[in-house]
T-cell receptor, first 112, second 115 residues
């Protein structure tokens, strides 16, 4: 059974800092891995999707990496801004199914 | 990417009643999903809804409690039946874009409070 873990559960940083959010998964037989952003009381916004055959994906100040063999993914946020404050969720898409297994998220606060 | 809307956005309901949540997508999609997010927790898949067939429920979720309809390729409903305070959650629908590496997109969610 796939389990996804995100560390840390919460992170507070000053504006402008570069930061890394971590995601680990127990079953490497994934189809892809997706990173989402969730604002309080809101739905999920897809940030990046990495296929199992890829090592990384970039979008603006965001860079996500994937190491299937070690069961890890990271989300790097450059030059953080207060508007980046949200909960960041990673989800593993199980191979052979359409199911996403989510981690519990990292709550990020960027202080002005 | 698909644009998804949900109705209602939030509701407060009494114990023992039922609520039907609607999910509308701006394009035809094969796969639609319903998730639950309990307070302080991450998302858990309730069921997968395909047009023209019965929904497939995950372990711990049953059709009598969470009946789902999927009448066409752009619409689905989830009913939360005989509600109890433990059903207080955010309910989200999502769709999978088969042409974009199976990326999933989510609606804004329905925040349900059961008193």
């Amino acid at each position: 059974k796939q389990e996804v873990t995100q560390i840390p559960a919460a992170l507070s940083v000053p504006e402008g800092e570069n930061l890394v959010l971590n995601c680990s998964f127990t079953d490497s037989a994934i189809y892809n891995l997706q990173w989402f952003r969730q604002d309080p009381g809101k739905g999920l916004t897809s940030l990046l999707l990495i296929q199992s055959s890829q090592r990384e994906q970039t979008s603006g100040r965001l860079n996500a990496s994937l190491d299937k063999s070690s069961g890890r993914s990271t989300l790097y946020i450059a030059a953080s801004q207060p508007g980046d404050s949200a909960t960041y969720l990673c989800a593993a898409h199980q191979g052979g199914s359409e199911k996403l297994v989510f981690g519990k998220g990292t709550k990020l606060t960027v202080n002005p | 990417s698909a644009v998804i809307s949900q109705k209602p956005s939030r509701d407060i309901c009494q114990r023992g009643t039922s609520l039907t949540i609607q999910c509308q997508v701006d394009s035809q999609v094969t796969m639609m999903f319903w998730y639950r997010q309990q307070p302080g927790q991450s998302l858990t898949l309730i069921a997968t809804a395909n047009q023209g067939s019965e929904a497939t429920y995950e372990s711990g979720f049953v059709i009598d409690k969470f009946p789902i309809s999927r009448p066409n390729l752009t619409f689905s409903t989830l009913t939360v039946s005989n509600m109890s305070p433990e059903d207080s959650s955010i309910y989200l629908c999502s769709v999978e874009d088969g042409f974009q590496d199976h990326e999933q997109y989510f609606g804004p969610g329905t925040r349900l409070t059961v008193t």
